[in-house]
């Protein structure tokens, strides 16, 4: 089976595949880069469920594919919950993962660790074109502390200050499977494979 995952970020792409090939399952992989211009998102709305549901619907109409998409961002409580679903937009509009980091650090300053409480939520939904009333949905969640300084050279986004105190480690200390076996991103994955199958049976 050929699935899209509506994405244009590598290092979920990674931990997708990652998974994948963990749990044997025999599906192709397509991305945005595969595609010939794929279209732009527009990631207007205001939860993880609508971005998710805004990539994995203009994707499947573009491509006539089975699509999933994932919607991702880092709830910091004394932010407010900021950055949330602007993540990836936080420092503006010529953002990178340096200058988001930087950001996050810079409306941290002063705050002692123990009130750098955070977490990251993943949404993802698999649309079949034509059938978007029958989106499947699935989340997860992960909880840490945003360090004071980055720690670690691995993943992507704000992996560096996102330290899980179960594993002393931050994400981007972690190998994939490690991250995976714990992340938002692995839980909602893990949640995906459980129902995917089932899922699928309703259009057969
Ligand atoms: O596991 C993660 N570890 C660290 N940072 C992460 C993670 N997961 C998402 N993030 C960051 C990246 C981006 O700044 C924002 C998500 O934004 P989000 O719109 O979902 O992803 P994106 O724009 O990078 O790719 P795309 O929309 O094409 O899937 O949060
Ligand atoms: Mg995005």
Redesign the pocket.
């Known amino acids: 089976m050929e699935i899209l995952f ?4 590598k ?2 792409v990674k ?1 997708l595949k990652s998974a994948f090939k963990t749990a044997a399952i025999n599906v192709t992989l397509k991305t ?1 880069a595969d595609l010939d211009r794929p279209p732009v ?1 527009d ?1 207007y709305g205001i939860t993880f469920e609508q ?1 998710a549901k805004l ?1 994995a619907h203009e994707l499947a109409n573009y491509s006539h594919m089975l699509t999933i ?6 709830i910091v409580d004394a932010l407010d919950g900021a950055p949330g679903v602007h ?2 937009r ?1 420092a503006g509009p010529e953002h990178n ?1 340096q200058k ?1 980091n930087a950001k996050l650090l810079a409306e941290l300053g002063g705050v002692p660790l123990k009130k750098r409480t955070a977490r ?1 939520n ?1 949404t993802i939904v698999v649309s079949k074109p034509g059938h978007f009333e029958q989106d499947l949905v699935v989340s997860g969640q992960c909880e840490g502390l945003i360090l004071p300084a980055p720690q670690g050279d691995d ?5 560096p200050l ?1 330290y899980v105190p179960e594993k002393q480690k931050t ?1 981007a200390e972690m190998t994939i499977a490690e ?1 995976n076996s714990l ?3 692995g839980r909602a994955i893990s949640q995906l494979l459980k129902e995917l199958p089932n899922w699928l049976t309703q259009f057969e």
């Open positions: 509506a994405t244009t970020n290092g979920k931990e945005n998102i990631e971005n990539k998409a994932d919607d991702s961002g880092l993540s990836a936080f993962d988001n990251f993943t993943g992507f986004g704000y992996d996102f994400f991250k992340s938002h991103r």
